[in-house]
Each structure stands twice: as C-alpha cells, then as structure tokens.
Antibody, heavy 116, light 108 residues
Framework: QVQLVQSGAEVKKPGASVKVSCKAS????????ITWVRQAPGQGLEWMGW????????DYAQKLQGRVTLTTDTSTSTVYMELRSLRSDDTAVYYC?????????WGQGTLVTVSS | EIVMTQSPATLSVSPGDRATLSCTASESININLAWYQQKPGQAPRLLIYGASTRATGIPVRFSGSGSGTEFTLTISSLQSEDFAVYYCQQYNNWPRYTFGQGTKLEIK
C-alpha cells in the first residue's frame, strides 16, 4: 500500500535550518509529485511547495521563496524539505503528500518547534 | 491568490442527522475542488476531488457538489467517526493550492 514516512520531530533555535525527509513506498515514485503542507498549532493548512520527482522541477509559495528548498532522491524514493532562517512562526507540523492532481496520500507529519 | 472561505466555522449536528458544509472561492475554479477530513493528531484524509468524486474507500454518505465558486460537502447520516475538521482546497492553480480555514463538525 502507499506509504509516506517522514522523519522525526525537530527542535531548532531561531535562525537555524531544518531538513525533513519523506520516504515513499508502495507505488512508482517518479509517477507522482510531492507536495508539502504545514499546519501551525491550532491553525489551518498552508501549502508550501511542490516538487516533480520525475525531473526535480519545483514550485514554491511566494511567502517562503528564498527560505525553502525541495529536493528529490530517486535512488531512495525520498523527498527532502529544507527550511532556513527559522522563526518562531515556523513552528508547525509539516506534511508531505503524494500528488498527481490533488494530494491523495499523506505522511504522518513532522513537528518542527522553533524556540530559543 | 484564490481565497477559499468555508462556512460555518463550527457546525453542531446530532449523530444520524445530515450535515451540510459550504465552501466559496473568490473566483471561478470550475470543479477543481477537493475536500479533506482531519482528526486530531492525524494527517488530512482526501474525501472528494473534482468537486463530487469520492476518493478510494470513502463511504457513500459523503457527497460533494458545486462548480464555479460555490461548493457543498454533505454527510448524509452522521456517524461518530465523522466528527472532525473539514477543509476545502482549490487546485485550479495546480500545484499552488489554497485551503479554506476549515469547518469543525461537532456533536450536538
């Protein structure tokens, strides 16, 4: 069955960077893109960006441009999300999701806490 | 950016009753709308895409309708496991999604 397994929770200081992984299994990795969505505590869902696992093309939310980078490793069926210059309002659960037209299967989420 | 607005923010319904949730887009999105269910501590779960097509494994009590700017999610006979937060999401600007702010469906 389709599975997306994300790396574990992180605690970071303001100004630091975090890199979250998302390992896919149960389907042909390069046939689907991967979308990243985050959710601040008690808040709604915010789209962060998308990557083609086929050719590495990316698209990022304007508010995160310059701070977020998505990369893909087809040899391990893993996508990485790196967020730099972390601020307290980056504290959130970060989700990856398989995406062909809509995100249809989601990872379990990774809590990133930014605190001094 | 397409803004998605959901109403009401909270809906109180008794088990066995029907629930109707609304979602409005700031401009026409054709039928490029999805609905998700999210329970506490869990990832969102895709319910509906294409405004009215149920995702794999979704019970028939969940139905979606609408096109253009106005959309509705109906749950025909609420079960205990249906009480959750529901989000609509437009993908007319794929992959630049925007989500509604959510409707919390609670037990009356």
């Amino acid at each position: 069955q389709v599975q997306l397994v994300q790396s574990g929770a992180e605690v970071k200081k303001p100004g630091a960077s975090v890199k979250v992984s998302c390992k896919a299994s149960g389907y042909t990795f390069t046939l689907y893109g991967i979308t990243w969505v985050r959710q601040a505590p008690g808040q709604g869902l915010e789209w962060m960006g998308w990557i083609s696992t086929y050719n590495g093309n990316t698209d990022y939310a304007q508010k995160l441009q310059g701070r977020v980078t998505l990369t893909t490793d087809t040899s391990t069926s893993t996508v990485y999300m790196e967020l730099r210059s972390l601020r307290s309002d980056d504290t959130a659960v970060y989700y990856c999701a398989r995406d062909m037209e809509v995100p249809d299967s989601w990872g379990q989420g990774t809590l990133v806490t930014v605190s001094s | 950016e397409i803004v998605m607005t959901q109403s009401p923010a909270t809906l109180s319904v008794s088990p066995g009753d029907r629930a109707t949730l609304s979602c409005t887009a700031s401009e026409s999105i054709n039928i490029n709308l999805a609905w998700y269910q999210q329970k506490p501590g869990q990832a969102p779960r895709l319910l509906i895409y294409g405004a009215s097509t149920r995702a794999t494994g979704i019970p028939v009590r969940f139905s979606g309708s609408g096109s253009g700017t106005e959309f509705t999610l109906t749950i025909s006979s609420l079960q205990s496991e249906d009480f959750a937060v529901y989000y609509c999401q437009q993908y007319n600007n794929w992959p630049r999604y925007t989500f509604g702010q959510g409707t919390k469906l609670e037990i009356k």
